[in-house]
């Protein structure tokens, strides 16, 4: 059974720094999220992504976040300066045209900023 | 705004004992229902869904009826597993575009042998 992959499982950077979060939605799924969860708290919605746009956004998503769609199979969220409350686990996800309320989501990365 | 809210756990059962998990929305129009589960150390996976009154979702023995009159989605399971020992996430998604789903706080199921 098809499923989304991310990499890498787990990252740990210092302050500051910036990080590239992968993710290998499902081949024929055309909308892509990001969510995050902080340890103990609720999952929460980043962003979403369609036909290289971004279709909404939270207002966690500032401008230190950006996405991108490099080529036809990854999908990336880069925090360019990454901040102690970005820890968390960090999952993306995908849907279907047609059925895009169905979403099916990876294993996630958890980010640890020291 | 949108929101869910579910009971608070965790809770903790004996194997084969009845299982319910309450879960309330928020939501204006006609949001898509889901019930998802996350297995210590794993990711979430998608357990079942309905995306209209009345609709059951079910999967592995969990059921859960979208009840659009009390405005709820309540996950049951007649009898638990170990293996069911996992944290579940009641969850909604309005169909007013962007797609967003919106998550409950999430329920700690401990089964016990």
Redesign the interface.
């Known amino acids: 059974e098809p499923e989304v992959t991310q990499t890498p499982s787990h990252q740990v950077t210092q302050m500051g720094q910036e990080v590239i979060l992968r993710c290998v939605p499902i081949s024929n799924h055309l909308y892509f999220y990001w969510y995050r969860q902080i340890l103990g708290q609720k999952v929460e919605f980043l962003v979403s992504f369609y036909n290289n746009e971004i279709s909404e956004k939270s207002e966690i998503f500032d401008d230190q976040f950006s996405v991108e769609r490099p080529d036809g199979s990854n999908f990336t969220l880069k925090i360019r300066s990454t901040k102690l409350e970005d820890s968390a686990m960090y999952f993306c996800a995908s849907s279907v045209s047609g059925q895009q309320e169905t979403q099916y989501f990876g294993p996630g990365t958890r980010l640890l900023v020291l | 705004g949108n929101s869910v809210t579910q009971m608070e756990g965790p809770v903790t059962l004996s194997e084969e004992a009845f299982l319910t998990i309450n879960c309330t929305y928020t939501a204006t129009g006609y949001p898509?229902l889901?019930w998802?589960v996350q297995y210590p150390g794993?990711?979430?996976?998608?357990l079942l869904?309905a995306?209209k009154a009345d609709d059951k979702g079910s999967n592995k023995g969990f059921e859960a009826t979208y009840r659009k009159e009390t405005t709820s989605f309540h996950l049951e399971k007649g009898s638990v597993q170990v293996s069911d020992s996992a944290v579940y996430?009641c969850a909604l998604?309005a169909?007013t575009?962007?797609?967003?789903?919106?998550?409950?706080?999430?329920t700690r199921l401990f089964v016990k042998a």
């Open positions: 898509s889901f998802y794993e990711g979430l996976q998608l869904k995306t996430f998604v169909n575009g962007g797609f967003k789903t919106i998550f409950g706080a999430g």
